[in-house]
Each structure stands twice: as structure tokens, then as C-alpha cells.
């Protein structure tokens, strides 16, 4: 009997609650609407918080209300997990009011979104450049903020995930080899590319182990007339590779490619 109680009490209320929501939807009173978009954010109800408050941006325009309305819309998609939409009127609210009380936020949300929103390596990254984008953009306007660390770790993550998808490009062309074209000279390219755009990340060390090995499989599948000044190129990058990474976990292998190569040159 309590329980039947409890779940008829429930059912009651929310009919009320939904019944009050259809009820906002369709009043005239905007302050009311208003009053209510902000009371269902607090009790994040977000779905119910937007979709009222999307009907009344273009009504508070030019109005008291017009900023605050715009930057609980972006905060209630934000919340709500919708970062594209999200990123959207936070920009919207940013370029509508440079000087505004939630500029700040709303900057660093705009791009925090992105960033929570950016795909797996594999994927495309039009998200995750957008997200450096607004981050760097968000230092560059706030560099005192108290959200400064939080951006700047965002971008160093972001960016490591931009390497990581290069050197899986480069991973890629090195175990193709020489199928349908040189593709170790591809390898080293994108690493290198990697490398130079990117020069502290935390995939540095396997982009620069990757080069060395994919010029030392493209020297030892060369023709007999360039395997000389290929294997002397190997040795270049074995010297360049050992003084960054004196104690690599792939220095045994690094060095068992010098011995090979130096074998090709001459050197011992």
C-alpha cells in the first residue's frame, strides 16, 4: 500500500511539473517564461531551460535581459552536453558583447567545449583545431585568468592528439614500405612534419625512433648504387636520435641499425 502511495505521489508530481513546463510554453508573459528558464537551469532541467530561452532571445533584444538570456542559452547546451550548439552562442555572446559579464566565460567555455567535444585520433579533427583555436584565443584575451592552467593543459592535450594521428600517418606509410611507391621517404616526412610543428610533444621520441627506421628499411631496400649515401643517412639520424635520447627504451634496436649501417660505409 506505501508503495503504491509513493509511486502515485511521483506520477502526480510530475504531471505538475510538466504540466506547469506546457503551460510556460505557450504564455505570453515573458518574465514569467524567463523566471522559469532560470529556475529549470538551477535544477538542471536543461532541455526545458534552452528551449525556452531560444524563444526568448530574439523577444529580450535590446533589453536588460538580452545578455544574461544569451549566456544561460550557451550554458544550458554546455551543461546539457551539446558543445556544438554550445560553442555557438557562446560565441554569438562574446562577439555581441566584447566587454560583457561573461565574456570571460564565456570564451573559455566556448573553447572548453570543443575540447571535450574533440574525437579520437582516428577521426577527423576539425573539432579539436577549432578547440586550440578558441583556447589560444581565451590566453591570448585572459592571460590572468584563473582558468589559465586549465586552457593551456587543454591545448597541450589537444595537440599531442593532433601528433598522435601524424604519427599514425607515418606508422601507416612505414608498413607499406615500398608498396606502390617509396613510402618510408613519406614516413619520414609526416614525422618530421610532426616534429617541427609540434617539438614538445610527448610523441617526439617514437616520431624521431620512426625516422631512423624507416630510413634504415628504405637503405636496406634500396638499389645497390644508393645504398651507400642512404646508410650514411641512417647513421646522420642514429646520432641525431642517441644525443636526444641517451637512455631510450629503444636503444638496442637503434644501435643494432648503426652497426648494420656503419658496415655499408666503411665505419666501425
Excluded at 30 to 47: G, L, P, R, V
Aim: hydrophobic share 30%.
Amino acid at each position: 500500500m506505501t508503495n503504491k502511495i509513493l509511486i502515485s505521489l511521483c506520477a502526480t508530481l510530475l504531471l505538475t511539473g510538466c504540466g506547469e513546463y506546457n503551460k510556460v510554453l505557450k504564455s505570453t508573459d515573458y518574465n514569467y517564461k524567463y523566471s522559469y528558464a532560470k529556475k529549470a537551469f538551477e535544477q538542471k532541467k536543461y532541455t526545458q531551460a534552452y528551449t525556452i530561452l531560444q524563444d526568448l532571445i530574439p523577444v529580450f533584444k535590446g533589453t536588460d535581459k538580452a545578455e544574461e538570456s544569451l549566456y544561460l542559452l550557451g550554458l544550458s547546451y554546455y551543461e546539457n552536453k551539446d558543445y556544438v550548439n554550445s560553442g555557438s552562442y557562446f560565441k554569438q555572446y562574446y562577439q555581441h558583447y566584447p566587454k560583457g559579464q561573461y565574456a570571460e566565460l564565456a570564451h573559455f567555455y566556448a573553447g572548453y567545449g570543443y575540447y571535450l567535444d574533440s574525437p579520437e585520433a582516428q577521426l577527423d579533427q576539425s573539432e579539436t583545431y577549432k578547440a586550440i583555436e578558441e583556447l589560444q584565443a581565451f590566453l591570448d584575451y585572459y592571460p590572468k585568468s584563473d582558468k589559465v592552467s586549465i586552457a593551456q593543459n587543454a591545448i597541450f592535450e589537444l595537440q599531442d592528439k593532433l601528433v598522435l594521428k601524424e604519427l599514425e600517418n607515418a606508422t601507416l606509410y612505414y608498413n607499406l614500405g615500398n608498396y606502390m611507391g617509396n613510402n618510408y621517404e613519406s614516413a619520414v616526412i609526416t614525422a618530421k612534419n610532426a616534429i617541427k610543428d609540434y617539438p614538445y610533444s610527448k610523441y617526439k621520441e617514437q616520431l624521431e625512433f620512426l625516422v631512423l627506421k624507416a630510413r634504415f628499411k628504405e637503405a636496406e631496400e634500396s638499389v645497390d648504387e644508393r645504398k651507400e649515401e642512404r646508410y650514411r643517412v641512417v647513421i646522420d639520424e642514429y646520432y641525431a636520435f642517441t644525443n636526444d635520447y641517451p637512455d631510450s627504451k629503444d636503444k638496442k634496436e637503434a644501435e643494432n641499425i648503426f652497426k648494420i649501417a656503419s658496415k655499408h660505409v666503411g665505419e666501425q
